[in-house]
């Protein structure tokens, strides 16, 4: 069975900092895709990046890159030059390839950007 | 704004009752998808349709019913509701029914059972 783990329930990091938030994920699928989503205090879900599993290069979209390290089944999320707004719930997820797409969340990790 | 709409933004019904959640997908979408989020559960993948066919079945309850209609839209049907139920329910789409593709998320409905 396909699982998704993010070992940081909470994380803090300056404004215009790096930060890095961890996922892991576990399948025995060979083709997958990885998925990024924020969730702000309103509540909507927002899609950030995704990384194919066969995809050579890491993802980027913006202050936002994907660290996807495949046999070590990793797919951090990097956001640079943190910002205020940033501040919100980051949920990996993994979808599967076939008759149905299927995506499995992660508990997803807190992040606050303090000023 | 994602381009997916769910009606109504929030519900606040009896325990027992039946309440219809609905789901129009972004345009050009023809995956619809449905998730709870609850706080002990987190979110959880329900149901999706492809072009108005069910494709893959995650944790949804016996009580919980869905269909996705000709012009795409869906609906989520939850009956007999329960305590437990209460949670934010959200609506998904995406293009085709891919491992790459991207899934866009509905406002969500939050349902409050009393």
């Known amino acids: 069975a396909q699982k998704i783990t993010q070992t940081q329930p909470g994380m803090f990091v300056q404004e215009k900092e790096a930060v890095t938030l961890d996922c892991t994920y576990d399948?025995?699928?060979?083709?997958?895709?990885l998925f990024w989503y924020k969730q702000p205090s309103s509540g909507e879900m927002i899609f950030l990046i995704y990384?194919?599993?066969?995809?050579?290069q890491n993802a980027t979209e913006g202050r936002y890159s994907l660290n996807f390290q495949k046999a070590r089944k990793s797919a951090n999320l990097v956001i640079s030059a943190s910002q205020l707004g940033d501040s919100a719930m980051y949920f990996c997820?993994?979808?599967?390839?076939?008759?149905?797409?299927?995506?499995?969340f992660g508990p997803g990790t807190r992040l606050s950007v303090l000023p | 704004d994602s381009g997916v709409t769910q009606t109504p933004k929030h519900l606040i019904t009896a325990t027992g009752q039946r309440v219809t959640l609905r789901c129009s997908p972004r345009?050009?979408?023809?995956?619809v998808y449905w998730y709870q989020q609850s706080l002990d559960q987190g979110l959880q993948f329900l149901i999706q349709?492809?072009?108005?066919?069910?494709?893959a079945k995650g944790n949804i309850l016996e009580r919980f019913s869905a269909q996705q209609f000709p012009d795409l839209h869906s609906e989520l049907n939850l009956s007999s509701l329960e305590l437990g139920d209460s949670a934010l329910y959200f609506c998904?789409?995406?293009?085709?029914?891919?491992?790459?593709?991207?899934?866009?998320f509905g406002p969500g409905t939050r349902l409050t059972v009393l």
């Open positions: 345009s050009g979408d023809l995956s």
């Open positions: 997820a993994m979808s599967r390839r076939g008759y149905g797409q299927n995506f499995v």
């Open positions: 349709y492809y072009n108005g066919e069910e494709r």
């Open positions: 399948t025995s699928d060979q083709s997958y895709g």
């Open positions: 998904a789409s995406s293009e085709q029914t891919l491992a790459g593709d991207t899934q866009y």
């Open positions: 990384q194919g599993s066969y995809d050579e």
